[in-house]
């Protein structure tokens, strides 16, 4: 995946802001993509931890 790969991907930028990316980004997005698959799935936070990565995928909703 493209955090997986990327060489220039900036991690403080990512989680904490800066540049484009607006002020606690990763952290509201992380947030709010595991809220709504905990909604979907009706699973609680306690069965969410060992559910792997790969599953928030579903959650995931693309706009251009």
Do not use: C, H
Request: net charge negative; aromatic share 18%; hydrophobic share 30%.
């Amino acid at each position: 995946t493209y955090m997986q790969n990327s060489d220039s991907l900036d991690d403080q930028e990512w989680f904490f802001g800066g540049g484009k990316v607006p002020r606690w980004f990763g952290y509201t997005y992380g947030y709010q993509l595991v809220k709504e698959y905990s909604q979907k799935t009706n699973k609680s936070a306690a069965e969410l931890v060992f559910t792997d990565s790969l599953s928030f995928r579903s959650t995931i909703t693309l706009t251009s």
